[in-house]
């Protein structure tokens, strides 16, 4: 498996295990026309219609910034499992899934954004992206699987929240290697301010970011009255802090283990 690089589906191929398209070598997958199950495109394997895409070639190196087909509802599991020369992906809104393990591995990705429609990530979705740096989340993603960030979160600097995002699951703004935290103009949940995330109106400081680095004194928003469990935890780079006088609640675990404080 290794050394195949092409496969080619027959017509009369309808139910294709999946060990033939996991190949290690492959780098192009080829459906015959008429084919009543699958489709592909440009070397990609999606099931007829292309409702589901199934299995990125993972020596495919024609291309490196990959825009998933408008038409997908759900990216299979470990559909870009391993692929080396991606850097980029872009899920579109009416993706609803994206399965197991689905980008595990993809060790040269260095950005992602995950579309409108987004409701469920699978275990380890993206686990092990050792380049993943830059996330852009647009939906509320409502199931999120054991490890679906897998060491990846410690690699992620830059996470962007769309205007469509009302609850955010903290598993985004948690990540260990986080710089910084943007949000779109037009939320009605979130704002940002210089890089640390409040809900809107900024009453509430929800998370300054661990690996912050372009300043080490910080004073809180004037207007906040809580700051969030876990608000500042292991923010290493923080020497002081300023707490105005409208702030009442100092959430659990606030400040744990920053160390420089």
Sequence with gaps: GDYIKKLYVGREGTALDDELYSFGGLEKIEVEEGNSSYESDNGVLYNKGKTELIRYPRKKADITEYQIAESVTKVRDYAFYDCESLTSVEVPSKVEKIGEYAFEYCEKLEKVVLGEGVKELGVSAFGRCYNLAELEVRSDIEGIGANAFFVTGDYIENLYVGREVTALDDTFYSFNGLEEIAVEEGNSSYESDNGVLYNKGKTE???YPRRKADITEYQIAESV????????????????????????KIGEYAFEYCEKL
């Design 225 to 248: 009255t809580e700051v969030r469990d876990y608000a500042f935890y292991d923010c290493e780079s923080l020497t002081s802090v300023e707490v105005p006088s409208k702030v009442e």
């Design 205 to 207: 400081l929800i998370r």
